[in-house]
């Protein structure tokens, strides 16, 4: 079994900032990529940032330039820097994994459990 276990949210202020942990576990052969998406109530769920195994990045463009992704290879973690947090960015952060296990070795997509980020005065 392979598991995204997130950490990191909370409450904060408007203009603070946050950072986000999220650790792949389990049976893993190799891990394609991971990232963030974030869903507040009554909205999609979107792609917040992503990084892919050569190192690639890509981020939504309502961020404007206010979080930075980065990941350690050996500990299996990817972790989201979040600046200037905005009201707006208040949703539930959910852990995204392209992840190959043992067996079957074929890539599968798995998500973590979210950890809360909410953002207000």
């Known amino acids: 079994q392979v598991q995204l276990v997130e950490s990191g949210g909370g409450l904060v202020q408007p203009g603070e900032s946050l950072r986000l942990s999220c650790a792949a576990s389990?049976?893993?052969?190799?891990?394609?990529?991971m990232g963030w998406y974030r869903q507040a109530p009554g909205k999609q769920r979107e792609l917040v940032a992503i990084?892919?195994?050569?190192?690639?990045?890509e981020y939504a463009d309502s961020l404007e330039g206010r979080f930075t992704i980065s990941r350690d290879y050996d500990k299996k973690s990817v972790y989201l820097q979040m600046n200037s947090l905005k009201p707006e960015d208040t949703a539930a952060y959910y852990c995204?994994?392209?992840?190959?296990?043992?067996?079957?070795?074929?890539?599968?997509?798995?998500w973590g459990q979210g950890t809360q980020v909410t953002v207000a005065s």
């Open positions: 389990g049976s893993i052969f190799s891990i394609n990529a």
């Open positions: 995204y994994g392209a992840i190959v296990r043992r067996f079957p070795r074929y890539e599968s997509i798995y």
């Open positions: 990084i892919r195994k050569d190192g690639d990045t």
